[in-house]
């Protein structure tokens, strides 16, 4: 009862004319980001993040995540239409959605992918309304040591858990590490790594990094890729909406095993495109005519759409409750909180409870009308593909060019931005994550920050992150995730023997 009472108070401050306006918008730009290869989720909140400025931090993160909400559906529309995943968790939808479109069924391929884009959506969603009050009771409990401990735990699960290679995270975290540290020392007020360069005393800004590495990485990649477009037309009408959503039930195991997995996923940095994967594999692994699989099967749809929105969804909720992203997109939405002047964490559940449950309430309502929105309006979105791609970058990398100037007034943020640009661009070559960078970039001083005050507090004695039940627990998970590939090791060499 707690939680649907707190949900009725987040529709209230949700369900205003500006707020209903912004989410529509929202939604559009994120479809379009979504449609576009070479865009996407991330890159477009990244992106768009500056316009938020001068908006309330609900407005903001309403807008934002309708941007998020409206890619993860947009991704579908040109896996199936055209072959081309719009985002990366979209290339398992391209197994049997475009072999759908080939033999003629583009609108049934859509819908399904609509449908279980909205059904996983939902199951996350639920997750997070049910689980949101549990946290905020054990939120004034935190101080500098627990705040450090959480900390610690969201560098190491991305370590420890994380799918990419070990000293890739770990490389990249490090130089998001070393970025946190220039500027001015909060603590004893000294100069770090600014080289007598005046526009680096205020440091690194995340903003302009974060336009860098995913906004104009993306265009230099899609500049060196991009590839001639020719799909199928695809138009959805009632009747197909019907036929599709009259045999969901047929498929009611696939889609609960898939939203499962994503929800996973999504609160470990797991991330949409391992639940994507995993859930069209064990899909097609407990089918019972797994030849179909590849050839249009309507559940290669389902599994993989319904498992990458769980996720992406569910990402928000450790981001919101600890401070962890469990995506990029999340990453780059806790950097706004920061922007915004919200500190993550459990305190977020108790000192703004308008901000947590309007953008929870947004989450219901976002994609109600994203479901609607894509199913009327698919033709349009997918004729965005055929317009001359010269037309199209010049417009984003001017785009990201005020909004880098306009965070700080700066030319230099410009130029910082063009270089992290170059920076994003040959890690994505060589298969270096950037989620790790960001991370790092977002929370290294606030983490250093928790650690010097702990130490400060508890006369040098490393001690104090197991003084009390709660920081001793979540610095043990932290250092068994850190090392769980090496305990996993050891469990499966015990289990062959």
Same mark, same amino acid.
């Given at each position: 009862m707690e939680a649907f009472g707190l949900l009725l108070y987040g529709f209230k401050v949700l369900l205003t004319w500006k707020i209903l306006a912004l989410m529509m918008v929202g939604l559009s730009l994120g479809i379009f980001v979504g449609v576009l290869p070479g865009l996407g989720g991330p890159n477009g909140v990244a992106i768009l993040l500056p316009l938020t400025f001068t908006m309330d931090p609900t407005t903001a993160i309403v807008m934002l995540s309708c941007i998020y909400w409206g890619a993860l559906f947009g991704g579908a529309i040109t896996s199936i239409l055209f072959n081309i995943p719009g985002e990366a968790w979209s290339v398992a939808t391209t197994f049997d959605?475009?072999?759908?479109?080939?033999?003629?069924?583009?609108?049934?391929a859509l819908t399904a992918a609509f449908t279980s884009?909205? @059904?996983? /959506?939902? %199951?996350?969603?639920?997750?997070?309304?049910?689980?949101?009050?549990? !946290?905020?009771?054990?939120?004034?409990?935190?101080?500098?040591?627990?705040?450090?401990?959480?900390?610690?735990?969201? @560098?190491? /699960?991305? %370590?420890?858990?994380?799918?990419?290679?070990?000293?890739?995270?770990? !490389?990249?975290?490090?130089?998001?590490?070393?970025?946190?540290?220039?500027?001015?020392?909060?603590?004893?007020?000294?100069?770090?790594?600014?080289?007598g360069n005046e526009d680096l005393l205020r440091g690194v800004n995340f903003l302009v990094a974060v336009i860098g590495l995913f906004g104009i990485s993306e265009i230099l990649l899609t500049m060196e890729e991009r590839l001639a477009l020719r799909g199928h037309v695809a138009k959805i009408n009632l009747k197909v909406v019907l036929s599709v959503w009259k045999d969901l039930p047929k498929y009611w195991w696939t889609l609960l095993r898939s939203a499962a997995i994503g929800c996973w996923l999504g609160i470990t940095p797991g991330g949409a495109i391992a639940a994507s994967f995993m859930g069209y594999n064990i899909a097609k692994r407990m089918a019972k005519d797994k030849d179909s699989f590849g050839k249009g099967r309507i559940e290669g749809v389902f599994a993989p759409e319904t498992a990458a929105h769980a996720s992406g969804t569910s990402a928000l909720l450790p981001m919101l409750a600890l401070g962890i992203p469990g995506s990029g997109t999340a990453a780059i939405l806790l950097g706004g909180l920061m922007v915004w002047g919200l500190n993550p964490g459990p305190m977020l559940f108790v000192e703004h409870k308008s901000f947590v449950w309007g953008l929870i309430a947004s989450m219901y309502l976002g994609n109600i009308v994203g479901l609607v929105l894509v199913l009327t309006t698919v033709p349009l979105f997918a004729s965005v593909l055929r317009v001359p791609f010269a037309a199209i970058a010049p417009m984003i990398v001017v785009s990201c060019a005020i909004g880098a100037y306009a965070i700080q007034n700066a030319m230099f943020d410009i130029w910082l931005m063009v270089g992290f640009g170059v920076v994003g661009y040959v890690f994505k070559k060589i298969g270096i994550p950037l989620a790790p960078l960001t991370l790092a970039l977002v929370l290294g001083s606030r983490a250093e920050d928790s650690f010097r005050l702990s130490m400060i507090g508890a006369n040098g004695d490393l001690r104090v992150f197991w003084s009390n039940g709660l920081v001793g627990t979540i610095t043990t998970l932290a250092l068994v995730l850190l090392f769980w590939p090496l305990i996993g090791r050891l469990f499966q060499r015990r289990a062959s023997s």
């Open positions: 959605g475009y072999p759908m479109a080939q033999k003629g069924q583009a609108a049934e884009s909205f @059904f996983g /959506s939902l %199951v996350a969603v639920l997750l997070i309304t049910f689980l949101a009050p549990r !946290i905020a009771d054990f939120a004034l409990r935190f101080g500098p040591p627990e705040f450090f401990a959480v900390y610690l735990l969201t @560098f190491c /699960s991305f %370590v420890g858990l994380g799918r990419e290679e070990k000293h890739k995270v770990i !490389i990249s975290m490090s130089l998001g590490l070393i970025l946190a540290g220039i500027g001015m020392d909060t603590v004893s007020g000294q100069l770090r790594m600014t080289f």
